[in-house]
């Protein structure tokens, strides 16, 4: 039955699938594992870094973004798909700031984008985004946010989430182990996401890039190195 | 076929009315030169089993030299993967021969000279244990099959997001009187391709064999997949081939990292 309903986007299956959003969750399931993880004070987005070919620049190959100077993202999937997304939240995230002059909310952007991939979803002659999104930031409340969006253009707010390969065997360790004590100071919660990182990692853990904003103060990102039982950082660099 | 402008694929009807008789006829008949290149086709594409170094034929001598209780095969690289770092790790693993075949889709032309890397399938025995490994059917041996398949295959009600992948399901011959570690696979699933066939060619011969499928999302090589596996360890049929547990993960990593190959569509 889901062959006859599977090639074009707007039409239904006879029990309620749209086969082709449902693929393109597959496809996300294709790209390398990311978590983010909301703590009391921090947000932090841990990806491993995937190994580059011999001859390509490694600076062009990113798997986590800055939206603005208070919002990032991490994606996983296609990164066509990705590159198209991110481009349009960075425009709406400057023309937001041009006319109504204050600078974006995660939640507001994050709209932004899960509105967008729900409109590829309906248009014939198109398809979904092949991408699933983390965006992490502070609002000028001062209050952390993890918004996590998938194909079908739903958003919801998350303390801690994975998205990409393994992602399911990353959440039920996130269960487990995301406790109060766990995000109660800042390093605890970036050891979190290098633990929940290291269940599922190809390299065995000697290449996660994370991404860490701390209230009031601008995006980080650095390397690490981690083993199974503690890490130490390798070198640190400004996301541009 | 056609796509709409909605994206479907549907069957055009054709305009051009029926062939013509005369191009039919001559379609059919075949020169002594279409022959003769179906042959040379045919003798290309035959499966050859080679004796590891001297290239001579292997079948004669495998019924001959090694008589086998256990018979392992692995297919796919997720189970081969598992396979060379977890059993072949332990223990002295001799190469007796390897199987060479070549089709249409191999990137090299010449078919006399494959290297030992490009072997379709190699054939290992344990060296203190001659007995496990073998080609032939003979009584008291064992067949375990493993192979991986993707999730998507698996047909169940539940939705495949909430599937515990990967997960191991079982399917064994009627001899086969072990239990296996895992759930055995349900109706409606079925078993594909070479899995399929040597476990129902076991199950005609009488010979006890059991197939371990694993559903993964990732069917390149996945430290997950790979790691699947290992309830499989404890049963019967692989008991005393594995020894060193944690040396086996450590090689299984390596494995990992000198076969990635990055694909820039995904990330």
Known sequence: MASRYDRAITVFSPDGHLFQVEYAQEAVKKGSTAVGIRGTNIVVLGVEKKSVAKLQDERTVRKICALDDHVCMAFAGLTADARVVINRARVECQSHKLTVEDPVTVEYITRFIATLKQKYTQSNGRRPFGISALIVGFDDDGIPRLYQTDPSGTYHAWKANAIGRSAKTVREFLEKNYTEDAIASDNEAIKLAIKALLEVVQSGGKNIELAIIRRNQPLKVTLWEAEADGSREVRSSKLT | ?267
């Open chain 2, 1 to 267: 076929m056609a796509a709409t402008f909605f994206g479907e694929v549907v069957k055009a009807p054709c305009r051009a009315g029926t062939e013509d008789e005369e191009e039919e006829e001559e379609g059919r008949r075949e020169t002594p030169e279409d022959r003769e290149v179906r042959q040379q086709l045919a003798r290309k594409r035959e499966v050859r089993l080679l004796r590891r170094q001297t290239k001579t034929s292997l079948e004669v001598s495998l019924l001959e030299k090694y008589p086998c209780s256990k018979f392992i095969i692995a297919i796919g690289n997720n189970a081969v993967a598992f396979l060379s770092s977890f059993v072949m790790n332990s223990g002295v693993w001799e190469e007796v021969g390897c199987a060479k075949l070549w089709n249409e889709w191999c990137r090299t032309a010449d078919t006399t000279h494959l290297s030992s890397t490009e072997a379709f399938c190699g054939f290992y025995h344990l060296k203190s244990n001659p007995s496990v490994f073998g080609s032939c059917p003979r009584k008291n041996m064992q067949i375990t099959i493993l192979t991986c398949r993707h999730v998507t295959d698996y047909k169940t009600l539940e939705s495949t997001g909430s599937l515990p992948s990967p997960f191991l399901k079982a399917l064994k011959t009627q001899n086969f009187k072990d239990p296996a570690c895992c759930p055995l696979l349900e109706q409606p699933n079925i078993v594909h391709d070479l899995p399929a066939a040597v476990l129902s060619y076991c199950q005609v011969w009488k010979i006890p064999a059991i197939l371990y499928l694993c559903y993964t999302d990732v069917m390149k090589l996945d430290l997950m997949t790979v790691e699947a596996f290992k309830p499989i360890l404890s049963t019967r049929s692989l008991k005393g081939l594995v020894k060193n547990i944690p040396q086996s993960t450590e090689i299984l990593k390596k494995l990992m990292t000198t076969n990635e190959i990055q694909s820039n569509i995904y990330t």
